[in-house]
């Protein structure tokens, strides 16, 4: 516990372990007066478990095997790379020429064998288990370009909706560059997906989007969400979004100018990716590549209002208050005050170092050759498991000796960091991901509440919009 001095000067009492965060005077914690009521009320806290005094340090555990089942039974999305084939050649793909962590893309088109036993395996699992998971189920195409292989994506639907998943809400999305998109946005309309369409902003920004033959696929894909636009403005609003590729042909603010003035929405702006970078190809990626951490820097304050919902800054304000706030203060006060919560809380029930996600708990993703990943931004260095043969394979103990090789260097730097409960390094994208941690100053939790003390309108949208599933 520790007491925390936002920039107006107000003083907070935080424990970081349990997210307890309160607006105190600074005679709380004064030890002059013992019988104070703010002592007295710190004694209290303390006693139920919800802070701790005496600044203990706090210890982690690591992954069981029990954490993937449970992970498995709980995921609510499930990505099928239901082809490699792309009939586009972008310059800064993820699995183009900078890369060298991803399966070789040759051509290849995937079985729906390999749909309809994951598929099954999760039904099976579900309708026969206690744990029934969340109450839907998203269902992803991903490629390559999936359009490419739409016949698998028409049978995949037709199969689940004439095998519904006991007490699950079925959702069908996709991320597409929208080329064929004219060609089948009628079945993607009847059947309620919901579409990230890939834009980079205006013709030039997105000049790096080309056809096998070097032509900018631009103006081919503007035609196609015009289309869609104009044809199905209902479902337009309600479904498609987009996502911009942050480069040096373009920025957020022409990324989000161009794509609100046409569509009235705001894309989502994400940086190359940095991890799986071939040593040989550095230098020619930094070249390209565009930080938006230091676009930002650069804005003027007006600009930074402007782009806010872009901010590198926002999401960790966000994952803050999820992971403290939101944790202490969406429990009821009858759980807090009974003793299963105190135990729970009394270091029990001990967390895994850094907030990397436990695998399979955000999603499922399965390579075009069948491969399991926990998710489509992994490399191939790991082996999760595989779909062959009518069979689903995941050598759970094998995963769960991986992780804890890599979370054992973290748990040092863990202990006790401050960044800890809004950290976003992934220990399987970046395997040396600690060293990153020994050069980086942790964030300083005061300027985490002073955000939320100038920005209370930010903090009521995250209460509004959380959704219990």
Request: contains cysteine; hydrophobic residues 30%.
């Amino acid at each position: 516990m520790e007491i925390i001095t936002s920039a107006s000067g107000s003083k907070y009492i935080y424990e970081q372990r349990t997210g307890y965060l309160s607006l105190v005077p600074s005679s709380y914690m004064s030890h002059e007066n013992n019988s104070s009521y703010y002592s007295q009320k710190a004694k209290y806290l303390s006693h139920l478990g919800l802070i701790d005094e005496d600044r203990q340090v706090y210890n982690y555990r690591l992954l069981e095997p029990r954490d993937i089942k449970e992970a498995i039974n709980n995921t609510h999305q499930i990505i099928f790379e239901v082809t490699d084939k792309c009939n586009l050649d972008c310059y800064y793909c993820g699995y183009g020429h900078f890369y060298d962590n991803y399966d070789a893309r040759e051509n290849q088109d995937m079985p729906f064998d390999v749909f309809k036993t994951l598929y099954n395996y999760l039904k099976n699992l579900w309708e026969n288990s206690s744990n029934k998971g969340c109450t839907f189920l998203r269902i992803s195409f991903y490629g390559g370009e999936p359009l490419c292989n739409f016949p698998l994506i028409k049978e995949a639907v037709d199969y689940v909706k004439n095998n519904p998943i006991k007490n699950k809400r079925i959702i069908f999305s996709m991320t597409t560059n929208a080329v064929l998109l004219d060609k089948y946005m009628e079945f993607l309309v009847d059947n309620d997906f919901e579409i990230l369409v890939s834009l980079d902003g205006n013709k030039y920004n997105d000049s790096y989007r080309v056809f096998k033959n070097g032509k900018c696929s631009f103006d081919t894909v503007i035609a196609n969400v015009d289309k869609l636009y104009r044809v199905y403005p209902t479902f337009f609003i309600r479904n498609v979004k987009f996502n911009s590729v942050l480069h040096n042909r373009n920025s957020v603010k022409e990324a989000s100018d161009y794509i609100f003035a046409r569509y009235q929405k705001q894309p989502m702006t994400n940086e190359l990716n940095v991890f799986g970078i071939a040593k040989s190809k550095r230098s020619e990626f930094l070249k390209i590549f565009h930080s938006k951490t230091k676009e930002f820097s650069l804005m003027s304050d007006n600009e930074k209002r402007e782009y806010q919902n872009q901010s590198p800054d926002i999401h960790r304000y966000e994952k803050w208050a999820f992971n403290t706030l939101m944790r202490t203060y969406s429990t009821s006060l009858l759980e807090a005050l009974s003793e299963p919560f105190v135990r729970t809380k009394n270091h029990e029930d001990l967390e895994i170092p850094t907030k990397t996600c436990i695998p399979f708990s955000r999603k499922i993703f399965i390579s075009v050759n069948g491969n399991i990943f926990p998710c489509e931004r992994i490399g191939n260095e790991f082996d999760f498991g595989r779909i062959s043969d009518g069979k689903v394979e995941i050598d759970i103990d094998c995963v769960v000796s991986q992780y804890n090789q890599i979370l054992k260097e973290y748990e040092r730097i863990c202990t006790g960091c401050k960044a800890k409960d809004f950290c976003s390094v992934c220990v399987v994208s970046d395997l040396n991901g600690y060293e990153i941690c020994n050069r980086t100053k942790p964030r300083n939790i005061a300027e985490f509440i002073t955000f939320f003390e100038k920005e209370p309108d930010i903090l009521r949208n995250i209460i509004r919009t959380v959704s219990i599933i």
